[in-house]
């Protein structure tokens, strides 16, 4: 009995929901505190000034999947109160989820397009949804104003900057069920989650 309520008391410390309305806009966002951490628990969808796109240029994919942001804007784009993760803090946040080959399902959405169930590409490896971050697949914007992978693949900047041209990202794919971590080019337009300061 005393384990099962020490259990309990763990996974409410591990995942609290709430909201946060953006004053810049009138957004309101879902958050999910994991560990130490309280992430926006969706992408941000603030319209910037700057490198700042909706997917194909659509403001219709805006509302599901948030805008993709080039990295010298992303770095100032969360509301006040809130900051583009660090290469490290994204590290704390996939420890914490089961480290870098396990942590992409347990914080993809679930479901597939295929099955009518979610927002991923079949088969969605390993998503699960266990923590509430609901990562989907947003795409990216390439260097030549191209738009691609959405349904498929999903990528975040970091605030990390790895030399004069590139900076740390992360992303997670479809058939894949970790995180991976790499040097992008700070023009490619990927996707924000805020982190609470």
Same mark, same amino acid.
């Given at each position: 009995m005393t384990v099962a309520i020490v =259990?309990?008391?763990?996974?409410? *410390?591990a995942q609290q929901n709430g909201t946060f309305t953006d004053i810049r806009d009138d957004k309101t966002y879902k958050t999910v505190k994991i560990g130490t951490q309280t992430w926006m628990a969706e @992408?941000?969808?603030y319209k910037s000034s700057g490198g700042c796109w909706a997917y194909d240029n659509k403001a219709g994919n805006v509302e599901t999947f948030g805008y993709l942001y080039d990295w010298? +804007?992303?770095k100032n784009?969360?509301?006040a109160g809130w900051h583009l993760p660090s290469d490290d803090e994204w590290t704390e946040l996939t420890d914490y989820t089961g480290g870098t080959n396990d942590a992409g399902g347990k914080l993809k959405a679930g479901g597939t397009i295929e099955a009518g169930t979610g927002l991923w590409h079949e088969p969605? *490896?390993?998503a699960t949804n266990e923590y509430g971050f609901t990562a989907l697949p947003g795409g990216r914007r390439d260097l030549d104003g191209q738009f691609n992978y959405i349904d498929s693949y999903g990528y975040w900047w970091t605030? +990390?900057? @790895? @030399? *004069?041209n590139t900076a740390f990202s992360r992303s997670? =794919?479809? @058939?894949?069920g970790g995180v991976l971590r790499n040097p992008e080019n700070k023009e490619f337009g990927f996707s924000v989650r805020c982190l609470k300061n």
């Amino acid at each position: 009995m005393t384990v099962a309520i020490v =259990f309990i008391a763990m996974v409410s *410390t591990a995942q609290q929901n709430g909201t946060f309305t953006d004053i810049r806009d009138d957004k309101t966002y879902k958050t999910v505190k994991i560990g130490t951490q309280t992430w926006m628990a969706e @992408n941000l969808a603030y319209k910037s000034s700057g490198g700042c796109w909706a997917y194909d240029n659509k403001a219709g994919n805006v509302e599901t999947f948030g805008y993709l942001y080039d990295w010298e +804007t992303a770095k100032n784009v969360c509301p006040a109160g809130w900051h583009l993760p660090s290469d490290d803090e994204w590290t704390e946040l996939t420890d914490y989820t089961g480290g870098t080959n396990d942590a992409g399902g347990k914080l993809k959405a679930g479901g597939t397009i295929e099955a009518g169930t979610g927002l991923w590409h079949e088969p969605n *490896t390993g998503a699960t949804n266990e923590y509430g971050f609901t990562a989907l697949p947003g795409g990216r914007r390439d260097l030549d104003g191209q738009f691609n992978y959405i349904d498929s693949y999903g990528y975040w900047w970091t605030a +990390t900057e @790895n @030399n *004069t041209n590139t900076a740390f990202s992360r992303s997670m =794919f479809f @058939n894949y069920g970790g995180v991976l971590r790499n040097p992008e080019n700070k023009e490619f337009g990927f996707s924000v989650r805020c982190l609470k300061n």
